[in-house]
């Protein structure tokens, strides 16, 4: 389990493809750290550790974690956000995020408000029962909260933080992210839905 609160930005150093399955190197400040068969959220998505060499680590990521998330717009050098999981023992600083993404969202607009910055995403409304006025969010494995949300659409406000912080700032308009809805949202909408 993650909490959303990114730990540190790592960079895609190189890609192999195998068959249906994509092999990523990880450069980061916290590689070195980890121990094999660890669980890391990248953007998000929730990979294991396969190896460990110096200050980068190998992840392989299998088609349907492709075909639900935007790892096959990463290329060498693109940015990603890293948190290892929560300890037992440690705090829930954001949500409880699983690291199992649900979908993409297309970034429409990005608005600068003079030290803080406004996100405007559109993302498939078939999802739209999960997502709530001021409710939580992951957006590429960060915690964030909802507002302005519209059958196919939602903003997100990103202080400075935030911005320097995690991958955002490399975001433009047209941009790809990784969505994981809310966990118990998702959870009481199954649960309405063969009531």
């Known amino acids: 389990m993650f909490t959303g609160i990114i730990e540190t930005i790592g960079r895609v150093s190189a890609i192999q ?3 249906t399955n994509k092999t990523l190197w990880i ?3 916290i590689s070195s750290e980890l121990t094999i068969d660890q669980s890391v959220a990248h953007n998000g998505v929730c990979l294991t550790v396969e190896e460990i060499s110096q200050n980068a680590h190998r992840i392989t990521a299998v088609a349907e974690t492709l075909k639900k998330t935007n790892l096959n717009h990463w290329e060498n050098d693109t940015i990603i956000n890293l948190e290892r999981c929560l300890p037992m023992n440690g705090r829930l600083d954001g949500h409880i995020v699983q690291g199992h993404v649900d979908a ?3 970034c429409l607009r990005i608005d600068e408000k003079e030290g ?3 996100y405007l995403f559109r993302f498939d409304a078939a999802f739209a029962t999960l997502v709530i006025e001021k409710g939580s969010i992951s957006l590429n494995g960060i915690s964030l909260t ?3 949300v519209a059958n196919d659409t939602f903003q997100v406000a990103i202080i ?3 911005y320097e912080h995690t991958n955002l700032k ?3 308009a047209g941009g790809i992210v990784n969505i994981e809805f809310d966990m118990i949202g998702k959870y009481v909408n199954r649960f309405l839905q063969f009531k």
């Open 27 to 29: 450069e980061s400040a």
């Open 170 to 172: 490399q975001l433009t």
């Open 116 to 118: 803080s910055w406004e």
């Open 17 to 19: 493809t195998q068959g």
């Open 104 to 106: 993409i969202a297309t």
């Open 146 to 148: 909802l507002f302005n």
């Open 160 to 162: 400075p933080y935030t």
